[in-house]
């Protein structure tokens, strides 16, 4: 399975657009980039995903580098609600899984 | 609308007893996941199916089993409960194949073995 990478932390200050990082260097052709957030007590719960071209959701966007070796979630004012940890996942064609790194946890300041 | 329901929420249980950890979705979803939530571990999969009467072991599946008899339900037994299982249990399902689908997560059922 593919895998990628994340900081482990990030602060951002309320109403303010947050960048989150993921490399995933060894990304295959056909594998979508899905990210998901935990907020506290809760279990996982989807944000976006994409494969190629940049994606824009309700929740938030996703920017894809050209290569597709990192990508970005951009949310565009972060709340306080939006603490929480967000995962950066690969899923390809040829597996269903989901493996889940550590995350980076996201401190919103008010 | 459709869910995806974990039961019990919270449970105590003592090391060598039998436990058996429900999941039942209501999308009529396919692929179906275990995981346990460690502090500093993140997720770990435990086990996964596919489809009806289909098991797949994860990376953590030592003390686990799962059987998949009906599309809605994906129960997870610790044959015989250990303090190391202690950790938050999370279900997951998801349709279609391929990389383009989300997954939906249970609320986690938080086990303690003493």
């Known amino acids: 399975d593919a895998k990628t990478t994340q900081p482990n932390s990030m602060e951002s200050n309320e109403e303010e657009p947050v960048h989150l990082p993921c490399n995933h260097s060894?990304?295959?052709?056909?594998?979508?980039i899905h990210w998901y957030r935990q907020l506290p007590s809760q279990g996982p719960e989807y944000v976006i995903h994409?494969?190629?071209s940049n994606v824009n959701n309700r929740m938030a966007s996703l920017a894809i580098a050209e290569d597709r070796k990192s990508s970005t979630l951009i949310l565009h004012r972060a709340t306080l609600r939006d603490a929480a940890v967000y995962y950066c996942?690969?899923?390809?064609?040829?597996?269903?899984?989901?493996?889940f790194g550590t995350g980076t946890r996201l401190k919103v300041l008010a | 609308d459709a869910e995806i329901t974990q039961s019990p929420r919270h449970k105590i249980t003592e090391t060598g007893r039998q436990v058996t950890l429900a999941c039942h979705q209501t999308?009529?979803?396919?692929?179906m996941f275990w995981y346990r939530q460690d502090l500093g571990h993140g997720l770990r999969l435990i086990h996964y199916?596919?489809?009806?009467?289909?098991?797949n072991k994860g990376e953590v599946s030592d003390g686990y089993s799962v059987s998949r008899s009906n599309t809605e339900d994906l129960p997870l037994t610790l044959e015989s409960a250990a303090s190391s299982q202690t950790s938050v249990y999370f279900c997951a399902s998801s349709g279609g194949t391929g990389g383009n689908t989300e997954a939906f997560f249970g609320q986690g059922t938080r086990l303690t073995v003493v």
């Open positions: 199916s596919y489809g009806v009467q289909d098991t």
């Open positions: 060894t990304i295959s052709g056909t594998d979508y």
């Open positions: 999308w009529n979803h396919n692929n």
């Open positions: 996942i690969l899923r390809g064609s040829g597996t269903y899984k989901y493996i």
């Open positions: 994409g494969l190629t």
